[in-house]
């Protein structure tokens, strides 16, 4: 696996000059590690957009089913599904244009982080939003 996709440059990059976020597999569930990814960008200044089927509002925002629903431009995607969809949603995060996608700890899929460089994005699998933000400088 190696650190192909956690380019330092990259991450400081999303981290600091990026503003819009879909968070795929956000839900209400304050438990779910996506919730307080999600939250904590949110407090760091980002517009978090949720992404999950069921559409309930997350965090005081509206929620899309798809990425496709989202009516504005992503900055990045937030892929927080099984390594098993990982590349499924880089394919949608493709297919809407979005920047970059960030792929949490322990979700990794080359094939669809390839994918993704060829079509301009930027790529970040198996880091944590979090604890990087935590090292920036």
Known sequence: MGDRF??????RRL????????????SGDPGRTV??????MKRRGKRIIPVHPDGRPVLGETTHRTLAE?????DV?????RT???G???????????GAVWLPLDVYDEAAGDRALAAGLDV????????????RR
Do not use: S
Request: proline fraction near 5%; charge should be negative; charged fraction near 10%.
């Open 6 to 11: 956690a380019d330092l440059t990259v991450i």
């Open 15 to 26: 981290l600091n000059d990026t503003t819009t976020w879909a968070f795929v597999g956000l």
């Open 35 to 40: 919730f307080n990814q999600a939250q904590l």
């Open 70 to 74: 989202v009516p504005v431009p992503i």
């Open 77 to 81: 995607v937030a892929v927080y599904r």
């Open 84 to 86: 098993a969809f990982a």
């Open 88 to 98: 499924g949603v880089i394919d949608e995060a493709i297919a809407v244009g979005a």
């Open 124 to 135: 970040v699998m198996n880091r944590c939003p979090a604890v990087e933000w935590a090292l």
